[in-house]
């Protein structure tokens, strides 16, 4: 079955610094999407990134990058020089091509806190 | 503009009581979805639709019905069945279920009083 796991519940840091938010997922499928969301307090998912499985480039957008290495089977997400308006909870999510559902499997979220 | 509308914002329910949640969308999406969040929880899927007139059980499925009579619209209702509804409920909606991204709503509270 599939899974993602974000073992950092809550991560705080002050303005400026660089922040990584790390995504394990689990699936036994060979074409699967990964996805991170960004959950402002306002409660809407906005959503940041996906990633087919077949391509493990590096992305970067503005401050954003995501780390994708299918050999450990993580999809990590790193804000350079964070910002207060970067405070939300983010989620990282899987759906499978093949097998089982086409619906996004959510990690259970980290809290980030930029502190001014 | 685009989107999609979840309403009301805020709905409270006695116990024993059904309530519907409303999810309207207009961007031409064929597939929809409706997820719970609960505290310090990711979401979870309660059922999804590829057309109209079809919907799946997701993982929480007891204690919801939904249905989806027109392409726009995605209403779940929440029974009496469900022994703790309180909770973030979030509605979206995807192109199609082939793995494209996903637009979420606002979401709708709901809190049984």
């Known amino acids: 079955a599939q899974k993602v796991t974000q073992a950092q519940t809550e991560i705080s840091v002050v303005e400026k610094e660089d922040v990584t938010l790390d995504c394990v997922y689990e699936?036994?499928?060979?074409?699967?999407?990964l996805f991170w969301y960004k959950q402002p307090p306002s409660g809407e998912l906005v959503f940041l990134i996906r990633?087919?499985?077949?391509?493990?480039q590096n992305e970067i957008s503005g401050r954003y990058s995501w780390n994708f290495q299918k050999s450990t089977s993580s999809f990590n997400f790193t804000i350079t020089a964070s910002q207060v308006v970067d405070s939300a909870v983010y989620f990282c999510?899987?759906?499978?091509?093949?097998?089982?559902?086409?619906?996004?499997?959510f990690g259970s979220g980290t809290r980030l806190q930029v502190q001014p | 503009d685009g989107g999609i509308t979840q309403s009301p914002k805020y709905l409270f329910r006695k116990e024993g009581q059904n309530v519907t949640l409303s999810c309207e969308q207009n961007?031409?999406?064929?597939?929809m979805y409706w997820y719970r969040q609960d505290p310090g929880q990711g979401l979870r899927l309660i059922y999804y639709?590829?057309?109209?007139?079809?919907?799946q059980k997701g993982d929480i499925a007891e204690g919801y019905s939904v249905s989806r009579e027109k392409k726009e619209s995605f209403p779940l209702t929440v029974t009496s069945a469900q022994k703790n509804p309180t909770a973030f409920y979030l509605c979206?909606?995807?192109?199609?279920?082939?793995?494209?991204?996903?637009?979420f709503g606002q979401g709708t509270r709901l809190t049984v009083v």
């Open positions: 990633r087919n499985s077949f391509d493990e």
């Open positions: 961007l031409n999406h064929d597939a």
């Open positions: 639709s590829q057309i109209v007139n079809d919907f």
């Open positions: 999510a899987l759906s499978e091509a093949n097998m089982g559902r086409r619906a996004l499997t």
């Open positions: 699936t036994r499928d060979t074409t699967y999407y």
């Open positions: 979206a909606s995807a192109r199609d279920l082939m793995n494209t991204e996903a637009f």
